[in-house]
């Protein structure tokens, strides 16, 4: 199974990009300022700010951290989403004069409507950013640097009464979510009834709608449009808990806060069927494991408040919080190169 684990580009303003790529969380807890966007991309809160593209933008923090200040805004992934919340409500806990705004707009979403124009610093991505993305953000005069935060077990799953299936084959997923294929669970194997499908997934601005294309469905073929698309995972998970025919997918991180609503499906990639989880994630067995990212604009790592953030992420994602939430936390080995990373650029 493809692992779409980075890209590499060579142009030269996307010299941090490339930095970055080495190249290469069960509860979002209440708190920070949030809001979930409609699937259109257009993402929520424009408070304020941002700073992305300009060194002077949002927020004027200091260098004494007991009197550390100013805005951090991110957006992008709602896989992602549960994660940075978390973080950012741990952080001002300890830095209550710094404003850190968490929205969950879709990876791409967030690139195209926020972080490439300058209006947000940090973007969550559960794809590595796009050729496109980045040429967007170099036109903006904005230079993302990625940092890979985690591992997820992207999840699969049906209503709890659907007993005539517990594992699934790529194949088979490609044949139910692509553009032209199957209308009725019989279409696919002859023993399953015949139902159509009812289908919940993210929208096109998300990147697990993207991972899903590209590594699933394949690359060469459309996702189909008769699902219900959102970038509210709680609205799939219910979609899915109250329609016997139906079917969705998310984060791990949706499935493990609602092991009771749904049933995840076990995925045969050729070498028998897997559950999605944390052990099966780290140690790739699991044919749906995929990398989580966020991207920081350089400009706005050099603003106090948006470094420490960052440094007080990159820290915490090597921890058990994230196992908690529903991801594979950082290495020890990748936590220090993305500090190492942060520290370059910058400046420190």
Known sequence: MPQDTGRQFDTVSRRNFLLGTGAAGAVALAGCTQEVDDGNGDGGDDSGGGGG????????????????????????????????????????????????????????????????????????????????EVEQCSSNGVEPVEFEVASDALTMAVNNDADWVDCVTPAELSQIWRDGGADMWSDVRDDWPDQEFRLFGPSSASGTYDWFSENIIGPDLRHTADHQPTEEDETIVRGIRDNAAGMGYFGYAYYASNPEQVKALEIDGGQGCTPPGLDTAKDGSYPMARPLFIYASESSLQREEVYEFMRFYLENAETDTVSEIGYVPSSAEQRDQNLAKLEEVAGR
């Open 53 to 132: 593209g300009d060194d002077s933008g949002g927020g004027g923090g200091s260098t004494d951290s007991d009197q550390l200040s100013g805005q951090v805004i991110i957006k992008g992934s709602s896989t992602v989403f549960p994660v940075s919340d978390t973080f950012a409500e741990l952080f001002m806990e300890e830095h209550p004069q710094v404003n850190v705004t968490v929205d969950s707009t879709g990876s791409g979403g967030g690139f195209q409507n926020h972080f490439c124009p300058g209006e947000s610093d940090i973007n969550g991505a559960s794809r590595p950013i796009k050729e496109s």
